[in-house]
C-alpha cells in the first residue's frame, strides 16, 4: 500500500484550518455575547470579531444561536473533564459535595473572568445550560456518583434523584449569584453550598 504524503499533508493541513476557524468563530462569540448580551448580538458582529469572511462564518454556522449552543456545549465537555478528576479523588460525600461545587465555581468564574473585568452585564455572562443532551449526561454522571458515594457512606436510602436536582439547583442558582458580587468569591461559594448539601445530607440520612 502506498501512501500519498503530500495528499496527506494537505488534508492533516485543512483540518488545522477548519478546527482553527471554527474556534475562532466560538471565541468571538464569547467576546461578543460577554460585551453585548446574546440578544443583541447579530451574526455580523461575531464575523467582525474574526479576521473570517461572512462566507467562511456559514461553513460552520448558520445562526447565532448554533454559536452560542457551540459554546455551551464546548463548557459544558470542558466542565465535564473537570468533574472526572473530582471523581477519581474524592472519597466521600463530602470530598465530593466540596471538590465538585469548587469545580463548578472556579469553571463559572474563569469562563466569564474577562467579561467581568471588562465589565460586561451581567446578562451577557454565560454559564453551563442546563438543556442539553450533553448536560443530561453530566447530570447522569453525577446521580451515579452520589449513589456510589453515598452507599459507601451507609446512606443509600437517599433519594438520589431528588439529591441531584437539589445539588445542581443549588450550583446554578449560586453560580448566578456569585458572579453578580465584587470580588467574585469562589471560596464562599463552594463553602456555603456544600456545607449546607451536607447538612441536609447527615439529616437525611439519620431518618
Excluded: C, W
Excluded at 455575547?33 to 440578544?39: D, N, S
Excluded at 456559514?58 to 471523581?87: G, H, P, Q
Excluded at 436536582?165 to 458580587?181: F, K, Q, V
Excluded at 465584587?182 to 439519620?206: I, Q
Amino acid at each position: 500500500m502506498t501512501i500519498d504524503v503530500k495528499a496527506a499533508g494537505k488534508s492533516g493541513k485543512r483540518a488545522r484550518s477548519k478546527a482553527a476557524n471554527r474556534r475562532a468563530i466560538l471565541n468571538a462569540g464569547r467576546r461578543v455575547f460577554a460585551r453585548i448580551g446574546f440578544e443583541a448580538t447579530t451574526v455580523r458582529d461575531i464575523i467582525r470579531e474574526t479576521d473570517l469572511a461572512a462566507g467562511t462564518f456559514y461553513n460552520y454556522f448558520k445562526s447565532k444561536e448554533e454559536v452560542f449552543e457551540a459554546i455551551a456545549e464546548d463548557s459544558t465537555y470542558r466542565f465535564r473533564d473537570m468533574l472526572k478528576d473530582v471523581r477519581a479523588s474524592a472519597r466521600t460525600a463530602q470530598d465530593y459535595m466540596h471538590d465538585a461545587y469548587y469545580a463548578y465555581f472556579s469553571f463559572m468564574a474563569e469562563e466569564n473572568r474577562q467579561a467581568i473585568e471588562d465589565g460586561a452585564p451581567h446578562i451577557a455572562l454565560i454559564g453551563v445550560r442546563v438543556d442539553t443532551p450533553e448536560m443530561s449526561a453530566v447530570a447522569a454522571e453525577i446521580s451515579s456518583d452520589l449513589e456510589r458515594i453515598l452507599s459507601a457512606d451507609k446512606s443509600s436510602h437517599i433519594d438520589i434523584e431528588y439529591l441531584t436536582a437539589a445539588a445542581i439547583g443549588i450550583a446554578r442558582e449560586m453560580g448566578e449569584i456569585m458572579l453578580l458580587r465584587r470580588p467574585v468569591d469562589v471560596e464562599g461559594a463552594t463553602e456555603f453550598a456544600s456545607r449546607m448539601v451536607m447538612a441536609g445530607v447527615r439529616e437525611l440520612a439519620a431518618k
